[in-house]
């Protein structure tokens, strides 16, 4: 039973270029979300899903698209990096009482 | 909007106990959360509290005065492996989770 399953570990991108974060979970939840943590802060919301086929915006979601086509996928889209970017991401899902979280990305953009 | 506050850091010695107080407005609150994050690892859920009351599992326990907008984390008989973040967090009838900025405790000998 994996959990919610987060790749790459760690990721160093150029300015401008765009990549994919992965997240998979396979405890069949409805909820997902991807989160940044900046050093010394907390998690601040990018995008969530409550099901496949819908999403929506967090708090930060500028220069991030998100789509969710499964229950089990949510990949979370960086479309021209640029160093403000660079952060943990975690992906989260559940619902209700607790949430479980992937082991995040660890993101240099330079 | 939604937004929490809690405190920067806080520090007790081994053996003792700690209370991690959160205060937060929102709209359409459904629930206070905690979650336990050490250093360079993911968040981890410790405990929820949907109803006004003190929710305990084993040496952690969470309360919740919801006509007060406030919660806290207490933590019994410390270890040093409770050095680590605490962040609470609120969600919404969106299943939105909203965290606070979190506290570093740090557990002395």
């Known amino acids: 039973n994996a959990g919610v399953t987060q790749t790459p570990k760690f990721q160093v991108l150029k300015t401008g270029q765009s990549m994919t974060l992965q997240c998979a979970q396979d405890?069949?939840?409805?909820?997902m979300s991807w989160y940044r943590q900046d050093p010394g802060m907390g998690l601040r919301l990018i995008h969530y899903?409550?099901?496949?086929?819908?999403?929506d915006q967090g708090e930060v979601p500028n220069g991030y698209n998100v789509s969710r086509s499964t229950t089990e996928d949510f990949p979370l889209r960086l479309l021209s990096a640029a160093p403000s970017q660079t952060s943990v991401y975690f992906c989260?899902?559940?619902?209700?009482?607790?949430?479980?979280f992937g082991s995040g990305t660890r993101l240099t953009v330079v | 909007g939604q937004s929490l506050e809690q405190p920067s850091e806080v520090t007790a010695v081994e053996g003792a106990i700690v209370q991690i107080n959160c205060t937060y407005q929102?709209?359409?609150?459904?629930?206070l959360s905690w979650y336990q994050q050490h250093d360079g690892g993911a968040p981890t859920f410790l405990s929820y509290?949907?109803?006004?009351g003190l929710e305990e599992t084993g040496r952690f326990s969470s309360f919740l005065s919801r006509s007060d907008s406030y919660g806290y984390l207490l933590l019994q008989e410390l270890q040093m492996k409770d050095s680590a973040s605490y962040f609470c967090?609120?969600?919404?009838?969106?299943?939105?989770?909203?965290f606070g900025g979190g506290t570093r405790l740090m557990v002395k000998p």
């Open positions: 989260a899902s559940g619902g209700g009482a607790g949430y479980t």
């Open positions: 405890m069949n939840h409805e909820y």
């Open positions: 899903s409550v099901g496949a086929g819908i999403t």
């Open positions: 929102t709209s359409g609150f459904y629930g």
């Open positions: 509290n949907a109803l006004d």
């Open positions: 967090a609120v969600g919404n009838a969106g299943n939105m989770l909203t």
